[in-house]
Nanobody, 127 residues
Framework: QVVLVESGGGLVQAGGTLRLACAAR????????VGWFRQAPGKEREFVAG????????DYSDSARSRFTMTRVEAENTLYLQMSSLKQEDTAIYYC????????????????????WGQGTEVTVYT
């Protein structure tokens, strides 16, 4: 089973940028549908971005689209989430996950449908 380790979180001013990383061990990320979720204080974990296994078809939540870019670097076996124009509402713990339902099954993109969660990395956006 693949083990996921997130990093890159921190404190950032609103409007700033941050890049998160999710390194995979014990399996090749390219072989899985993977993606990012986040959980803000007092809220449920929500989908942010996903990419299909073996092909670079990526999609985003409405809040992430146009501000976040996810890339999968096969040589590094790492999934990145480049976040820009950050807002206070982006404050959350960000998790990467394996077996994320693909875009054509978006209604099933709940945390319960995913496997192999990382420990999360915290992002705090301040004004």
């Amino acid at each position: 089973q693949v083990v996921l380790v997130e990093s890159g979180g921190g404190l950032v001013q609103a409007g700033g940028t941050l890049r998160l990383a999710c390194a995979a061990r014990g399996g090749m990320l390219v072989r899985y549908n993977v993606g990012w979720f986040r959980q803000a204080p007092g809220k449920e974990r929500e989908f942010v971005a996903g990419v299909l296994r073996n092909v670079d078809i990526t999609d985003y939540s409405d809040s992430a689209r146009s501000r976040f870019t996810m890339t999968r670097v096969e040589a590094e076996n790492t999934l990145y989430l480049q976040m820009s124009s950050l807002k206070q509402e982006d404050t959350a713990i960000y998790y990467c996950a394996e077996d994320v339902p693909p875009y054509y099954r978006a209604s099933r993109r709940t945390p319960e449908e995913c496997d192999s969660w990382g420990q999360g990395t915290e992002v705090t956006v301040y004004t």
